[in-house]
């Protein structure tokens, strides 16, 4: 389903007391993010700052004013060889899932890292048992192109994670 009333736009400062709420929610109550202390909205500004000086997108999924739900793409790993291959992130307010706002961040976080010159994103998925965050990705071309087994313990269990992959751009100049 679509999300037509959402508008998917920069994140602001005004933005991140909302992030934060959605994002302790899956903190607290889920493994879905391997974090276990919920960063507070000092830590969320110190991140979009980061983001914003690497060139890389914090979106946010407004509907009629309300954060819905936000995407960034941040570095994959820290070593310079790694500086054009970015990880995503995405969260949805829980009573906002199913309506197409994930897809809609997405494919905006898409366009804007190829537009940054990234050629490859990363998907770290947790395998929580549900599909629908693999199902995301494999819908905007991404590849299942690993499994790590148990590498996150959370809420007493262990939990392995799904890698995937997407290209960005086709340009092989570094």
């Not at 790993?77 to 995503?88: L, M, S």
């Not at 148990?150 to 340009?171: C, E, F, N, P």
Request: aromatic share 8%; glycine share 8%.
């Amino acid at each position: 389903m679509a999300a037509p009333d959402a508008v998917i736009r920069p994140a602001v400062p005004a933005d991140l007391e909302a992030v934060a709420e959605i994002f302790t929610h899956y903190v607290s109550h889920t493994v879905i993010t391997f974090e276990q202390t919920p960063p507070t909205v000092a830590e969320w500004q110190r991140r979009l700052d980061d983001l914003a000086g690497l060139g890389l997108p914090f979106l946010v999924a407004d509907l009629d004013g309300d954060v819905a739900g936000y995407a960034y793409a941040s570095p994959w790993r820290p070593k310079p060889a790694y500086r054009h291959t970015v990880e995503d992130s995405i969260y949805l307010a829980p009573d906002q899932t199913g309506r197409g706002l994930g897809g809609a961040l997405l494919d905006t976080l898409l366009t804007r890292c190829a537009r940054a010159g990234m050629r490859q994103m990363i998907a770290v998925i947790a395998d929580t048992g549900s599909a629908a965050s693999t199902a995301l990705h494999k819908r905007f071309g991404f590849a299942h192109t690993g499994r790590l087994n148990s590498v996150g313990y959370k809420h007493g269990r262990w939990i392995d994670t799904v890698l995937m992959q997407r290209a960005l751009t086709t340009d092989h100049n570094g």
